[in-house]
């Protein structure tokens, strides 16, 4: 029930088109969903983030949209660009009822956005 | 504004070794979580520290253990390795009530052989 599935495991995007990876989670006390970027040899960065309450959060390129019912979460990269390659992590985590803010991670999708 | 920073950038041990890996979190920030990423996975959670204790462990084994100093800064020591012990470890500290506003450090690179 602490799973998070992320789906693709790699994805390759022309420059210029729309970088789609997707999340599915099971515990329902959860209730902060956060995207991580990734570049070799570099930690996770936060990359946008969102909270139950509402279903769509776009920041410049990014979309995240949000289905409660389904359980299910989107990352949406739009104008995919070659500096967008990196590996994206999807995460989860019960921030009410945690004081700890310990995030759930997906497998990871590595993003391949060729020129 | 200095960021996470974590120490050494790689490491080579032997089984059956022992190792400390250090991190000083981001200025202003009193919390540090630690993270185990296998190649190729997600990162999983060890262990957070606040107030110099453990407040909340993941699925680890004793082998692993913790610290954190007054001056918020943490090590992760582990015991007895094995070859599975091989993964980048990332520390990722933040402000208690905002735990999950994390900011990573670019990780220790664990070799075991």
């Known amino acids: 029930q602490q799973q998070v599935k992320q789906s693709p495991q790699s994805l390759i995007v022309q420059k210029g088109g729309i970088s789609i990876i997707n999340c599915a989670y099971e515990n329902t006390a959860f209730d902060y969903f956060p995207w991580?970027?990734?570049?070799p040899g570099k930690g996770p960065a936060l990359l946008i983030a969102i909270r139950p309450d509402v279903s769509e959060k776009k920041e410049g390129r990014f979309t995240i949209s949000f289905n409660k019912s389904a359980k299910q979460f989107s990352l949406h990269i739009m104008d995919s660009q070659p500096g967008d390659s990196a590996t994206y992590f999807c995460a989860a985590t019960e921030e009410r009822s945690s004081n700890t803010g310990k995030l759930i991670f997906g497998q990871g999708t590595t993003l391949q956005v060729k020129p | 504004d200095?960021?996470?920073?974590?120490s050494p950038t790689h490491l080579i041990k032997t089984r059956g070794q022992q190792v400390t890996l250090r991190c000083s979190p981001k200025s202003g920030h009193d919390t540090v979580s630690w993270y185990q990423q296998a190649l190729g996975q997600g990162?999983?959670?060890?262990?957070?520290?606040?107030?110099?204790?453990?407040?909340?462990?993941?699925?680890?084994?004793?082998?692993?253990?913790?610290?954190?100093f007054p001056n918020y800064s943490s090590e992760l020591n582990v015991n007895a390795l094995l070859l599975g012990d091989s993964a980048l470890y990332?520390?990722?500290?933040?402000?208690?009530?905002?735990?999950?506003?994390?900011?990573?450090?670019?990780?220790?690179?664990?070799?075991?052989?």
């Open chain 1, 36 to 39: 991580y970027q990734q570049f």
């Open chain 2, 43 to 68: 990162p999983q959670f060890i262990f957070q520290y606040y107030e110099e204790e453990e407040r909340q462990r993941g699925n680890f084994p004793d082998r692993f253990s913790g610290h954190q």
């Open chain 2, 90 to 113: 990332l520390c990722a500290s933040s402000l208690v009530g905002k735990n999950t506003e994390a900011f990573f450090g670019q990780g220790t690179r664990l070799t075991v052989v």
């Open chain 2, 2 to 6: 200095a960021g996470v920073t974590q």
